[in-house]
């Protein structure tokens, strides 16, 4: 039922954490996967352990908050695989801590190039070529709980968070007719690079896992069978849509 053989997905951010995890599923389907990500190092390690799965996988430079680079990225990713099916904009970054009466309009715009700027110039190459192709396709996003929440200190942060579910709800009425269907993912704790130093705290451990219902942080490889669903033809009428992997915490 799940079987992606022939489907071509991109994931932004595909070189760890998350989007690892999204795209481990997708290329364990038989699915062909192109990964961005700014770290070089990080793109040739995941490519090599994507590529284990025996199908096509390629990795590029990208920063998303650049224009340019994300359409040079894009028809690059196209001139490699002939098409686009699924386009996973997981890229992002966390926000500063700071507090939002001394918060610079530096700090602000840093995370917006991102995390709301980085998806809209991903998913308008997508749509596009979606478009264009006649294939339409699948965009998912990775959100956060607190576009729910908040959360103090990142309130810029939980903005882009917001703004993204905001943008998907737009694209899935727009895009319908072309075949085009967006959802959203907010995923809950989770144990990756940009969670390590505060998951490493006592007073982080002690406050937040007993508010998981669950009672484990969220793994990468909690997000592969939820990549799989949305990018396979299984998930054709479901557009519009925001699913949490978060082992219970948005219900408890």
């Not at 917006?112 to 308008?124: A, P, Q, S």
């Not at 939980?158 to 943008?167: F, R």
Request: negative net charge; charged residues 20%.
């Amino acid at each position: 039922m799940f079987d992606l053989s022939g489907k071509v997905a991109l994931v932004t951010g595909g070189n760890g954490g998350i989007g690892l995890g999204f795209a481990e599923g997708l290329a364990e389907q038989g699915a062909s996967v192109c990964i961005w990500g700014t770290n070089e190092e990080k793109n040739s390690a995941a490519q090599t352990r994507l590529e284990s799965y025996g199908g096509k996988v390629a990795a590029l430079r990208c920063d998303v908050s650049d224009e340019q680079q994300v359409e040079d990225a894009f028809a690059r990713t196209v001139e490699i695989f002939g098409h686009v099916d699924a386009c996973f904009a997981n890229a992002g970054v966390g926000g500063g801590g700071a507090n939002f009466d001394d918060m610079t309009p530096e700090e602000w715009h840093r995370v917006f190039k991102v995390n709301m700027d980085g998806v809209m110039f991903t998913f308008r190459e997508a749509v596009k070529h979606m478009k264009q192709s006649g294939r339409g396709g699948s965009l998912v996003v990775t959100s956060s709980g607190t576009a729910r929440f908040g959360a103090r200190g990142s309130e810029h942060y939980s903005a882009t968070k917001a703004g993204v579910i905001a943008l998907i709800q737009s694209l899935a009425i727009g895009q319908a007719r072309y075949g085009i269907r967006a959802n959203a993912i907010i995923p809950g704790w989770i144990e990756t690079a940009m969670t390590e130093r505060a998951f490493q705290t006592e007073v982080f451990q002690t406050r937040v896992m007993k508010r998981i219902p669950q009672r484990r942080w969220g793994q990468p490889a909690d997000f592969r069978a939820i990549a799989v669903y949305f990018a396979s033809d299984e998930s054709a009428y479901h557009t519009g849509d925001t699913v949490a992997i978060d082992g219970g915490v948005s219900h408890f």
